[in-house]
């Protein structure tokens, strides 16, 4: 059950950021870029470690 959560929201991440990618971008994802993986506040650190090395292993 959690692995299934943290595969999704890698997937709700990445469709997040190609999202910011293709319309224009908002401050949001120019700070998430700049900043390597600073997670939204709504993250929690290890949530955003997760999802870090679930995105890696999609890659």
Do not use: H, W
Not at 28 to 42: M, N, V
């Amino acid at each position: 059950m959690t692995g299934n959560y943290v595969i999704a929201a890698a997937g709700d991440n990445i469709f997040l950021l190609r999202q910011g990618k293709t319309r224009k971008e908002p401050p949001e994802y120019k700070k998430l870029r700049a900043g390597g993986i600073r997670q939204k506040p709504r993250t929690s650190g290890t949530q955003s470690i997760l999802i870090c090395l679930a995105i890696l292993f999609y890659l």
